[in-house]
């Protein structure tokens, strides 16, 4: 059974990087089928796609996080990472990875991690 | 930037029917943009209902369906269920690897 999990930091200052981990157990990351992706939500509110990577590491952006946001992958270690820079208290939210097909089919998502922008 | 919109709330009476709606706010949806759509209740992740327009996700009941009507993508629930009262949220894939969630439709059913 295919599960994601997040994993990074709950609370980070303004201005600085937020950082999460996502792990992947029971498939491999290396499939050639599936993207990886992080979308949020910040509370009360809807979800919002931030950006997805292929195995390969393309990756693609949410064009109004393009400039601040950057998604890795390792696949010796089945995970792939999110960086969001320059953080505001607007980004305060539940940060999501999951998995998806070519065309945004989320099939598979991870519990959700809370992470809270906060001096 | 292109906006998915949907309808913010919806009410719907149990055993009824109701049929939520995932447009754009410039231009049609069509089955080109393989609009999918998810249910998720309070603290929970969200759940996969239908992707591909009309293809239901394993152990989704068939009270759930999915289609285009009009210039929207649209998901009918049939003899709603108390259970059903939840978010629900469209995605639309966009091309070039960019996807867009809808800013969501909260059911409730009562």
């Known amino acids: 059974q295919l599960q994601l999990q997040e994993s990074g930091p709950g609370l980070v200052k303004p201005s600085e990087t937020l950082s999460l981990t996502c792990t992947v157990s029971?498939?491999?990351?290396?499939?050639?089928?599936?993207?990886w992706g992080w979308i949020r939500q910040p509370p009360g509110k809807g979800l919002e796609w931030i950006g997805s990577i292929y195995y390969d590491g393309s990756s693609y952006y949410n064009p109004s996080l393009k400039s601040r946001v950057s998604i890795s992958i390792d696949t010796s270690k089945n995970q792939f990472s999110l960086k969001l820079s320059s953080v505001t208290a607007a980004d305060t939210a539940v940060y999501y990875c999951?998995?998806?097909?070519?065309?945004?089919?989320?099939?598979?998502w991870g519990q959700g991690s809370l992470v809270t922008v906060s001096s | 930037q292109t906006v998915v919109t949907q309808e913010p709330s919806f009410s719907v009476s149990p055993g009824g029917t109701v049929t939520l709606t995932c447009g754009l706010s410039s231009g049609s949806v069509s089955t080109s943009y393989y609009p999918s759509w998810y249910q998720q209740t309070p603290g929970q992740a969200p759940r996969t209902l239908m992707y591909?327009?009309?293809t239901r996700s394993s152990g989704v009941p068939d009270r759930f369906s999915g289609s285009i009507l009009g210039n929207k993508a649209a998901l009918t629930i049939t003899g709603a269920q108390a259970d059903d009262e939840s978010d629900y949220y469209c995605v639309l894939y966009m091309g070039s690897g960019i996807s867009v969630f809808g800013g969501g439709t909260k059911l409730t059913v009562l």
């Open positions: 029971g498939a491999s990351i290396s499939s050639s089928s599936y993207y």
């Open positions: 591909n327009t009309d």
């Open positions: 999951a998995r998806h097909s070519e065309h945004s089919m989320f099939d598979y």
